[in-house]
Nanobody, 115 residues
Framework: QVQLVESGGGLVQPGGSLRLSCAASRSIFSISPMGWYRQAPGKKRELVATMTRGGIVNYAESVKGRFTVSRDNAKNTVYLQMNSLKPDGADIYYC?????????WGKGAKVTVSS
């Protein structure tokens, strides 16, 4: 079992930056992959970025070159650095971690990109 708690969401202007954090309740060394998904109102949840414990990353095409996922095993935390944010409105960003045969999700952090 693992609990995931996101933080760092908020309101940001188009073109701005934001960093999300996802803190795990236990060591993330064996949690793989870990990453981020997002969901806009009325839409399906979609992959943003994931990283395996071996460092293999996977990004959605729409965020490549703008977002960076990273993990700090010592702090049991995964990050999502988001740059050049587009005015997509308000999305909920969810942290996800795979452990064994189970997937664990955080409750989400709201990110609003608006002027």
């Amino acid at each position: 079992q693992v609990q995931l708690v996101e933080s760092g969401g908020g309101l940001v202007q188009p073109g701005g930056s934001l960093r999300l954090s996802c803190a795990a309740s236990r060591s993330i060394f064996s949690i793989s992959p870990m990453g981020w998904y997002r969901q806009a109102p009325g839409k399906k949840r979609e992959l943003v970025a994931t990283m395996t414990r071996g460092g293999i990353v996977n990004y959605a095409e729409s965020v490549k070159g703008r977002f960076t996922v990273s993990r700090d095993n010592a702090k049991n935390t995964v990050y999502l650095q988001m740059n050049s944010l587009k005015p997509d409105g308000a999305d909920i960003y969810y942290c996800e971690g795979g452990l064994g045969a189970s997937d664990y999700w955080g409750k989400g952090a709201k990110v609003t990109v608006s002027s």
